[in-house]
């Protein structure tokens, strides 16, 4: 079989301190045709440095292949399939990038007056209403900058729209299935998380709603499609038992991916949801950030939504900040507006069958991968799946091969590995989303490996155990790394 990645031309680098040889310097200049001076006499003395830094001395060329050479071993969905379940690593299109280096865009001051940005005001304005109608919420607010940023803002709303109800109520009723971000939002908005079960099938009924909801609930926060990438299919009912109580329903929708075009969440009876633009818009992950995870929500919860609102009035759009009820700013000026300007290109350039015919891909590839696999990995949940597909380790126990072995040997085969571990209700957990820009050539290839490894558990468990081989380093140890966590470099 053939192998995406490379194993051979991997070189194996000492650190840049290592490297450093005394006065070695990376550039070479002729010297000054003008009085220079030493910066030590011209500075003040209580800001020079004590000591000289210990910074490593290296020539030009070492400092560019060091850092080149860093920025090639970091597994990119721009190099090959990265089919991390939950976090949607799909390839994001280069023409939303040149969309947000347009120089307008790009080079425009957070400063600057309404009336020099109505450019900007209009695309914000216009990529609320797009989300809205996608989902079938009545506002938008873009500021957050992740999608768990998107639930702590989600979450103030609901807090302020039962205080200004008169009570705040104490409770926030979350399924074990759940994102582990939901518990920590509701938790840091003061509530109480109650945990229910899902199914058999993986999903929430009526009955296990109705058991815990009183008047007493703020909210249910529910993941739809849910993190085994399954439906919840009761959402309707469920909505209406929470309602009656006077609670609200937070859709977490990150994986919206699975959606578009086919069910908007907020006539199911959703109340606030928040979408993960890196997930499902085009915009890139990044490290960390910056993110954008706007949030939607109904009517009623509109005059707590965070200011500014950009509103449009007689034809000019306006940055509204005169909003009593409001929860305040969760983000400083236009949020992160470039990756806005990101999922607004995306939109615009998919149109609505575009982007249904997206969700479309990533359920297909999903289940082509479940089909594939089914039978060498064991399927906990027979449900189809939409956008990801969840095995476990369950038919390798017999050698002692867990889930964690299988995806350090996938590493041999050249492909990132899938999230593991994850959703916490399955054991062993090997949580696969191949996303809807992977092409069938790729998926076979991801099915071929996996089939291999497969059969590697059943006949040579012990190459699986000690996996991988052909990485910069093999089996690490976590454990020790986890204790005796070393960050500093000394001399
Ligand atoms: C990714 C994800 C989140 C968190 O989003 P961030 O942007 O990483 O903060 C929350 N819920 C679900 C279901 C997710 O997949």
Redesign the pocket.
Known sequence: MTTPGATGLILEEALLFEQSVPDRVGFSLPSADVPTADPKTKLPKNILRQKEAALPEISEVDCVRHFVRLSQQNYCKDVGLFPLG???MKYNPKTTEAAARIPGFANSHPLAMPEAMQGNLQLIFELQAYLAEISGMDFVTPWP???????LTGMLMIRAYHTAKGNPRKKVIIPDS?????PASAAICQYEVVTIPSNKDGILTADAVKAVMDDEVAALMV?NP??LGIFEENIQEICDIVHKKGGLVYC????LNALLGIVKLGEAGIDVL?F?L??TFSTP?GG?GP?A?PVGVKKKLEPFLPTPLIIKENGTFKVEQNRPQSIGRVKAYFGNFGMLVRAYAYIREFGPEGLKQISEMAVLNANYIRKGLEGDYYLPYSKPSLHECVFNDKLQKEKEIKTLDISKRLMDYGFHPFTIYFPLIVHGAMMIEPTESEPKASLDQFIEAMKKIAKECAENPELVKKAPHNTFRSRLDEVKAAKELKLRWTS
Not at 145 to 151: D, F, L, P, R
Not at 252 to 255: L, Q, T, W
């Open positions: 939950s976090c949607t900058a992740a999608g768990s940023h998107g639930e759940a994102h582990g971000t939901n993941t849910n993190t977490d929708g990150a994986n928040h993960n890196h997930k992950h960390g993110g995870g």
